[in-house]
């Protein structure tokens, strides 16, 4: 199975600030089948990107995507006090399907 | 609008078989996969396996021995049965539509159920 590792554990920011978020796939992932989600605390998780780049729909613009091969990431331009939660990675090119381990975003 | 819900028994004993069910609304449940997601406290979610409505499933390596699932279309819902459950299966279970054919992201997800396995 391809194995998925984001880092940083957790990124510590402020509000205003530039988020950077990677993920690594431990293969490459065919035809960028990258999806990324945010979850927060007690809700299922939430679809951001998917396809590595595409933003889902009602997702704002300052959530970017970008990435191939087995090197991606998640860029949040400005950091707004409802973007700090766990960000996940998630490939879906092969099965079976896994997941980051996440990035925990939280307020400095 | 697409929307999901869990249902089903929130403890399970050890040994015994965990079965949960998702019910679909706002979407028609022929045209699309359909899949069980889980995440044990504090971990990593793992996709557990996806199921289409013609009977197809496909399922993740380290559950498929005991793993079943099912879309039963009349009722508008889909299936997941976990067999000899340990408390390794602790977990909220998540379900989730792939959205764009076999090979696609999650979108929606249901609210999740915590299924506790404890005798």
């Known amino acids: 199975e391809i194995v998925m590792t984001q880092s940083p554990g957790t990124l510590s920011l402020s509000p205003g600030e530039r988020g950077t978020l990677s993920c690594r796939a431990s293969q490459s992932v065919s035809s960028n089948y990258l999806a990324w989600y945010q979850q927060k605390l007690g809700q299922a998780p939430r679809l951001l990107i998917y396809?590595?780049?595409s933003r889902a729909t009602g997702i704002p613009d300052r959530f970017s995507g970008s990435g191939s091969g087995t090197d991606f990431t998640l860029t949040i331009s400005r950091l707004e006090p409802e973007d700090f939660a766990v960000y996940y990675c998630?490939?879906?090119?092969?099965?079976?399907?896994?997941f980051g381990q996440g990035t925990k975003l939280e307020i400095k | 609008q697409v929307q999901l819900q869990e249902s089903g028994p929130g403890l399970v004993r050890p040994s015994e078989t965990l079965s949960l069910t998702c019910t679909v609304s706002g979407f028609s449940i022929f045209s699309s996969y359909w899949s069980w997601i889980r995440q044990p406290a504090g971990k990593r979610l793992e996709w557990i396996g996806r199921?289409?409505?013609?009977?197809?499933?496909d399922y993740n390596p380290s559950l498929k021995s005991r793993v079943t699932m099912s879309v039963d279309t009349s009722k508008k819902q889909f299936s997941l049965k976990l067999s000899s459950v340990t408390a390794a299966d602790t977990a909220v279970y998540y379900c989730?539509?792939?959205?764009?054919?076999?090979?696609?992201?999650?979108?929606?997800w249901g609210q999740g159920t915590l299924v506790t396995v404890s005798s």
């Open positions: 396809g590595a780049s």
């Open positions: 989730a539509r792939l959205n764009s054919g076999g090979y696609s992201w999650f979108d929606p």
């Open positions: 199921s289409y409505p013609s009977g197809s499933t």
């Open positions: 998630q490939q879906y090119g092969r099965s079976p399907f896994t």
